[in-house]
Nanobody
């Protein structure tokens, strides 16, 4: 059974930082591209970041580019999202996702975590 478990969410002041983690099990983690998404209540899920299985070139939308950094440790089956200079509009539930084909990640994924809440207080 595939499981992706996010952790590290919480409440932070605007301008602060958080680091999210995503622990994967039940899948060949190092063979999957990984991504982060976020979703606000009543809205569509938004792509936040993606990283290929090798941990090479990473991808971000303009809304988080320069503030968020995705990384992975295949030896630990774990992916991270370092979030700096957080803004109130970054408040959302953050989900990690796994997909074999990197090009699909901005719009879809095979496996999803349950999400972790990030709240940025102004």
């Amino acid at each position: 059974q595939v499981q992706l478990v996010e952790s590290g969410g919480g409440l932070v002041q605007a301008g602060g930082s958080l680091r999210l983690s995503c622990d994967g099990s039940g899948l060949p983690f190092r063979r999957y591209a990984m991504g982060w998404f976020r979703q606000h209540a009543g809205e569509e899920r938004e792509f936040v970041a993606a990283i290929p299985w090798s941990g090479g070139k990473t991808y971000y939308p303009d809304s988080v580019k320069g503030r968020f950094t995705i990384s992975r440790d295949n030896g630990k089956n774990t992916m991270y999202l370092q979030m700096d200079s957080l803004k109130p509009e970054d408040t959302d539930i953050y989900y990690c996702a796994a997909e074999k084909v990197l090009d699909k990640l901005p719009t879809a994924a095979t496996y999803w975590g349950q999400g972790t809440q990030v709240t940025v207080d102004s």
